[in-house]
């Protein structure tokens, strides 16, 4: 079965840095892409960066210049490093991937999520 794990939320103040990592687990044929999404209270579920199985990125227009998605094929994580923090980032943040099972299937993934919260 496979699992994602996220790890390295938490509490910093604006114009902090934190680093997420997700980590996919179990048994699989080979991971596609790679996201993270973030909830804010009230809000809806909205993406942040994303990335491909070949390195590409793409973000959301509120974190260019500021996050950093990247990945570790060796390892099955990615990550979201995450500087000049400000307030309005505060949202639990969820991993994302498009794995394939098997050889001929693909599904999406979901963690659990990490909170971040953004104060001073």
């Known amino acids: 079965q496979v699992q994602l794990v996220e790890s390295g939320g938490g509490l910093v103040q604006p114009g902090g840095s934190l680093r997420l990592s997700c980590a996919a687990s179990?048994?699989?044929?080979?991971?596609?892409?790679m996201a993270w999404y973030r909830q804010a209270p009230g809000k809806e579920r909205e993406l942040v960066a994303a990335?491909?199985?070949?390195?590409?990125?793409n973000y959301a227009d509120s974190v260019k210049g500021r996050f950093t998605i990247s990945g570790d094929s060796a390892k099955n994580t990615v990550y979201l490093q995450m500087n000049s923090l400000k307030p309005e980032d505060t949202a639990v943040y969820y991993c994302?991937?498009?794995?394939?099972?098997?050889?001929?299937?693909?599904?999406?993934?979901w963690g659990k999520g990490t909170l971040v919260t953004v104060s001073s």
């Open positions: 994302n991937a498009n794995i394939r099972p098997t050889r001929y299937v693909s599904m999406d993934y």
């Open positions: 179990g048994t699989f044929f080979s991971i596609n892409d």
């Open positions: 990335i491909t199985s070949g390195g590409s990125a």
